[in-house]
């Protein structure tokens, strides 16, 4: 197993100039979990707060890396991270923020995690919803565990979570990979998982390719595109897919193939990705 490479922060789960605001937060992952949620507004639930968000504040949801994420929260409130912020005043991004701050926090302890890319079942009965979240090594259980550092005590309510966030089933969120085979194999339909009105094959593939990043330390933005990701389903590469999906079902066996994975054009991250949701091309700090 190479759990110790993912212990360290690296790339965009880097603090950076910003390393200190991490310190002195709680030693656990729920504590941290909490801390995220008192700092982050989900985008496109904001209004579940009884918040509007400004053309500024949408802006915020293009950030990547930490140390911006960081410097943005600090410039809004200078009180130290575990002073929970009014909704209104917290920095907004969507599932990946969450996540990515979660990882960043724990291995700023040392602790390994890293962010998976996939679909949860638990937003829409019936449907597989585009989302990210934490995956840690408990040392006690010597497993790796699913958390949702997203799902505050409002959204539990508002989506009727009957599990614990922080021990998510497997069953509930589905890697990008593992959606992938069971569309393949028949298991499942394609068409359930997605996002408003994309769905498919083509919109897992993309996943896929988007988690394998991740497993490299390149947490990308949901609605980055490069690389083999492509509307038109005629156009993948299903045994290039099918390999990708076989590797990030379980990282560590094949922990050597994703590093190997990650050196082809069709995912590695280049310079600039296409921004889907601004519809232009962005350079990748």
């Known amino acids: 197993m190479n759990i110790d490479a993912f212990r360290a922060p690296i790339a965009m789960s880097d603090a950076g100039a910003k390393g200190a605001l991490l310190d002195g937060l709680p030693k ?58 009014s909704p209104s005043e917290r920095v907004v991004g969507v599932c990946r923020h969450f996540t990515l701050l979660h990882v960043a926090m724990l291995r700023r302890q040392g602790v390994a995690a890293r ?5 949860g079942a638990y937003f829409e009965k019936g449907k597989f919803i585009d989302h990210w979240v934490t995956e840690y090594w408990n040392e006690s259980q010597q497993r790796w565990v699913l958390v949702d550092a997203q799902l505050d005590q409002r959204q539990r309510e508002l989506f009727a979570i009957a599990f614990d966030p922080l021990d998510v089933p497997r069953e509930q969120f589905l890697v990008a990979g593992d959606a992938w085979q069971l569309c393949r194999s028949g298991k499942a339909d394609a068409g359930a998982f997605g996002i408003l009105d994309m769905h498919g094959l083509w919109f897992i593939a993309g996943n896929v390719i988007r988690d394998v990043a991740a497993l490299n330390n390149h947490e990308m933005l949901p609605w980055d595109v490069w690389g083999a ?11 290039f897919i099918d390999q990708l999906a076989v590797f990030s079902h379980a990282p560590d066996r094949h922990f050597g193939d994703l590093r190997a994975a990650y050196k082809d054009k069709r995912v590695a991250v280049p310079g600039t990705v296409f921004n889907a949701v601004l519809n232009r091309p962005d350079p990748v700090p």
């Open 28 to 85: 656990d992952v729920g504590g941290l979990a909490k801390v995220v949620q008192g700092l982050l507004i989900h985008e496109h639930i904001a209004s579940a707060y009884g918040v509007t968000l400004s053309a500024e504040q949408h802006a915020q949801a293009h950030m990547r890396g930490v140390e911006k994420m960081l410097g943005c929260i600090a410039r809004q409130d200078s009180r130290p991270l575990p002073q929970a912020r």
């Open 229 to 239: 990701m492509t509307q038109n389903e005629a156009e993948l590469d299903l045994p």
């Open 115 to 119: 962010a998976r890319c996939g679909f």
